[in-house]
């Protein structure tokens, strides 16, 4: 029903920039949040940033200063601007949309197919 399309991921060098976007197609009514993730070889999945309905934002200590989470709510497309980024930050980059479609009683989580990230020195 609803199919999430990631984009922007790349190799960059240390202290470069990257901007990420996804965009949600199908049959959504709203969307409660939108979020990114990202996963390392050998790593848990961890959260990156976080934008509930109301607009407020929220990061993990390691994205705060650096990386900036928005949204263009008409085009259900949330985007990741990525500054001065480190060879840690080194992943696969997935987003998660929690959304009611016209038909669903409850909510519905979906993920993004990930786009992976490569920072070198």
């Known amino acids: 029903q609803v199919q999430l399309a990631e984009f922007g991921g790349g190799s960059v060098q240390a202290g470069e920039s990257l901007r990420l976007s996804c965009k949600a197609s199908?049959?959504?009514?709203?969307?409660?949040?939108m979020a990114w993730f990202r996963q390392a070889p050998g790593k848990e999945r961890e959260s990156v940033a976080l934008?509930?309905?109301?607009?407020?934002?929220h990061y993990p200590a390691f994205a705060k200063g650096r990386f900036t989470i928005s949204r263009d709510s008409a085009k259900n497309t949330v985007y990741l601007q990525m500054n001065g980024l480190r060879p840690e930050d080194t992943a696969v980059y997935y987003c998660r949309m929690e959304l009611y479609t016209y038909s669903s009683h409850s909510p519905e989580t979906y993920w993004g197919q990930g786009t992976r990230v490569t920072v070198s020195t």
């Open positions: 199908g049959d959504i009514f709203v969307i409660n949040s």
């Open positions: 934008i509930l309905r109301d607009g407020n934002t």
